[in-house]
């Protein structure tokens, strides 16, 4: 893809941990589902892995995580609680309570930026920090003011 046009996500993260609530309060029990979870990445990596999949379908473009996870952070964490509605066979699975975030940590997890030259910036802004200086680090030259990168134009 060396003539494709690069689109570059970055910003902030966010991990959500999605529990589903089951209807066996026993072990023994064999009735109904048991209870499930599932982590997803959202933030800049949920955008980049939608415009992934529109860039599989058009060979000129071509989408670029712009940061290096260096691991997750409670305080890039999400907690939600699902419960199934509806009544007979149409049940769907809705969204009981938001849990909130875990715990402020005193040292936040590491977001490098990587130095990929871009055609186009997406910068994800979920307010969890990204646009502080705390998390300079995963901010690309270009962001800084500090950048050998010369737009087209």
């Given at each position: 893809m060396t003539n494709s046009k690069k689109i570059v996500v970055t910003g902030d993260v966010v991990f959500k941990n999605d529990i589903f609530k089951g209807s066996r309060t026993r072990s023994d029990s064999?009735?109904?589902?048991?209870?499930?979870?599932?982590?997803?990445r959202a933030g800049a990596c949920l955008v980049h892995d939608l415009l992934k999949g529109v860039a599989a379908k058009d060979e000129e473009l071509e989408a670029i995580l712009g940061i290096e996870l260096g691991g997750d952070s409670e305080r890039r964490t999400a907690y939600r609680l699902w419960r199934e509605c509806g009544r007979g066979k149409k049940k769907v699975w809705g969204l009981s309570e938001h849990l909130g975030y875990g715990t402020p940590d005193s040292t936040p997890s590491r977001i490098d930026a990587r130095d990929v030259p871009a055609d186009v910036l997406v910068i994800e802004d979920a307010g969890?920090?990204?646009?502080?200086?705390?998390?300079?680090?995963?901010?690309?030259a270009e962001i800084r003011g500090n950048s050998d990168h010369e737009p087209e134009g």
């Open positions: 064999t009735e109904g589902p048991g209870m499930t979870k599932r982590r997803t969890i920090g990204f646009r502080h200086d705390m998390e300079r680090q995963a901010w690309r």
